[in-house]
């Protein structure tokens, strides 16, 4: 990495604009490193810079979890290229080592949009400029100083765990080298998985006592490391590390390192589970010691008429991933990414929810949900549809009518429409989640939830596909779960955005990891079952073991641990979908070969009758190879250090 050395770890001071919010305040054009550190105020905007690496969750195309999995779709490879968005060619079985997509390594070749050519490596670097300087900035107190070096500490930590899910082992820098070095004495290995491990889950260790234990001034400081954060993101990175991508994965037998040393613990070990699970155990202590709960959604009581409980489970999921102000169960979230109009109008929202309004260009929901995805969500009785004995799965690709007037359906089908079965009788966090040809949309210029929205996605219907790739979705779904439904259809087409930031960590996901964690040490366990029926229960459904029983064909399944396995992966995936946890989980689970090689469905949406628009298309077959479960450097890098290892068998 002799050159590698110099282009990336060297790079000193990233020069950016600023924006008065803070996590996206960073130094413009200083000229001279000492001058980031004679002032407190400049130090603080060093401080800034070490934050503003972090990958932008909402940035749609540079995003691997968000286009280079099966849970979103494009629709035109004209108008959505490889350039513009490279995760999503991900998807599409172009990754390759002359260019690598979404290079996060050296940042070149990266594509997408220009603010995102970044290198994690880059980031590194300056965390360790800013630990090498900050004792010595003379107007600020020692409990200051130590603990803004705790937070970059953490982010170190944080971006070498990063790296290391997409590229499997990495080098660990600690320390920057000299810049003058001799290169002849800057020799980077990679180094094994589980020495990268214990690395940054010992960094986290060391500088936990120095972090807030929360934000004191949650506005001003919202997106700062406290020791809740670091607690909560140890238990992912320790329920990662004890997964089968890391766990006893056999499949590199020959990836070793040049004393010969494997590269990949090919022996299973049970401590990573239990390790994993007492750090998930001391998360969400601290998070409910620091007042996080389950989010849930309270109307205004200046509502005229008080929405059903269907509509209430449904607003507690969306509020859970969109309420940026009074939300008590996020945890960590990236405020250099918000959700705003480019995201939720055009990307996630549907061309026009309100006939009235059909003629609005400034929506589109052209990220578009997989049918692959619909399908897993829960019958209404909270099991999957092809378990469910009183589901008729086996004609769920049939036509059926919305009975006219009020009925259990009028709140989430319009009365009287023509859809596919698939759509009726499921749980509420399928309609909280999705939109889709025949649906309802609430929203709060609209919060009447019997005369929510109607969606029409055939030809001619308010939400129907137009010319343009970018105002219509592909598959016939939108994500309304990542719409605020603040967000406001005015007059004359107007559309004023509710924005909010991008959830890094949140409540929920962290019971998940939990219950998972407890399942792989002993099997099923009621403290296993309480976490997960504390998620079904904020969302209307019964308990793990009543559902099972009452409507199941299978209904022991959750009283062994691979059936308890099952459900869990079931049920992150339907909690946390579109939130960018789907596309690490099968990675780490090393389900992907099975997952990500099925062919990615949606509806024939062109098509005018609901006998012809309820037809199932082929939008893409994937193929996902055991190489791909790790991102390939580039050729050009690896020529530049021989002694660098190409990611396992990519040549």
């Known amino acids: 990495m002799k050159n590698n050395i110099k282009a990336v770890l060297f790079l000193s001071l990233m020069l950016f604009g600023s924006c008065n919010k803070f996590m996206d305040i960073v130094p413009d054009n200083v000229a001279q490193l000492e001058q980031a550190f004679t002032m407190r105020t400049m130090a603080e905007r060093y401080l800034f810079t070490c934050y503003s690496w972090m990958p932008k969750g909402y940035n749609l195309s540079s995003n691997p979890a968000l286009l280079a999995g099966d849970e979103f779709w494009l629709n035109s490879i004209t108008n959505f290229s490889q350039g513009s968005w490279p995760n999503w060619y991900v998807a599409r079985a172009g990754q390759n080592t002359n260019s690598p997509l979404l290079n996060y390594w050296d940042g070149n070749s990266q594509g997408g949009s220009d603010d995102e050519q970044i290198s ?49 082992p990495i080098p660990i820098v600690d320390t920057n080298i000299p810049t003058f070095e001799d290169p002849a004495n800057i020799i980077f290995e990679r180094a094994a998985t589980d020495q990268v491990f214990g690395y940054i889950v010992a960094k986290i260790d060391s500088v936990m006592p120095a972090l807030m234990p929360d934000l004191s001034l949650p506005a001003q400081e919202n997106g700062r490391v406290t020791q809740v954060v670091a607690k909560a993101m140890k238990a992912e990175i320790l329920v990662t590390a004890a997964s089968p991508l890391f766990n006893g994965n056999t499949d590199y037998p020959g990836y070793i390192n040049a004393a010969g040393q494997p590269l990949f613990n090919a022996t299973f070990s049970p401590e990573k589970w239990r390790a994993a699970a007492q750090a998930c155990k001391e998360a969400i202590e601290a998070a409910h010691a620091a007042g996080r709960s389950l989010q849930k959604w309270v109307p205004a ?103 006219i007037g009020e009925s259990v359906y009028s709140y989430n089908l319009t009365p009287g429409y023509t859809t596919v079965g698939m759509h009726f009788d499921r749980e509420d966090r399928f309609y909280g989640a999705l939109s889709f040809d025949g649906g309802r949309y609430f929203m709060n210029n609209n919060n009447n939830d019997s005369l929510a929205y109607a969606t029409n996605a055939r030809p001619g219907g308010n939400i129907a596909a137009t010319n343009s790739p970018t105002q219509y979705s592909g598959t016939g779904y939108t994500a309304k779960k990542l719409v605020s439904y603040m967000n406001t259809i005015g007059e004359n087409n107007n559309f004023t955005t509710y924005l909010y930031p ?150």
């Open 301 to 403: 009581p200046t509502m005229a008429k008080i929405p059903q409980q269907s509509t209430i489970n449904q607003m507690n999921l969306r509020q859970a991933v969109t309420e940026r102000q009074n939300n008590s169960e996020v945890i960590w979230v990236n405020n250099r990414s918000s959700a705003g109009t480019d995201q939720q109008a055009k990307a996630f929202m549907p061309r026009s929810i309100d006939p009235a309004r059909i003629t609005n260009q400034s929506m589109g929901g052209y990220m578009a949900p997989t049918l692959n995805m619909a399908l897993k969500f829960y019958s209404k009785n909270g099991v999957p549809i092809e378990e469910d004995f009183t589901y008729d799965y086996a004609k769920r690709f049939e036509l059926r009518t919305v009975p």
């Open 120 to 168: 994690l490596w880059r980031g590194i670097r300056d965390c360790n400029i800013f630990l090498e300087n900050v004792q010595g900035v003379p107007d600020m107190d020692q409990t200051e100083k130590d603990r803004w070096a705790a937070e970059v500490q953490f982010l170190k930590a944080y971006y070498h765990y990063y790296l290391l899910r997409m590229y499997g």
């Open 502 to 651: 991008f959830t890094m960590m949140r409540l929920g996901n962290l019971y998940l990891l939990y219950a998972e964690a407890l399942n792989e040490i002993d099997g099923p366990s009621e403290e296993a079952f309480t976490y997960l029926d504390r998620i079904r229960e904020r969302s209307g459904l019964r308990g793990v073991v009543e559902s099972w029983a009452d409507f199941s064909i299978n209904p022991g399944k959750p009283n062994s641990q691979e059936g308890l396995r099952e459900i869990i992966r079931r049920e992150r995936s339907i909690e946390l979908a579109f939130e960018s946890q789907r596309f690490w989980d099968l990675r780490r689970w090393k389900t992907a070969q099975t997952e990500l090689n099925t062919p990615i469905y949606g509806w024939d949406i062109r098509q005018i009758t609901p006998q012809t628009y309820y037809r199932r298309v082929v939008m893409y077959n994937r193929t996902f190879t055991q190489r791909d479960y790790f991102w390939p450097i580039s050729i050009a890098e690896i020529r530049r250090n021989p002694r660098l290892l190409q990611s396992p068998l990519w040549q």
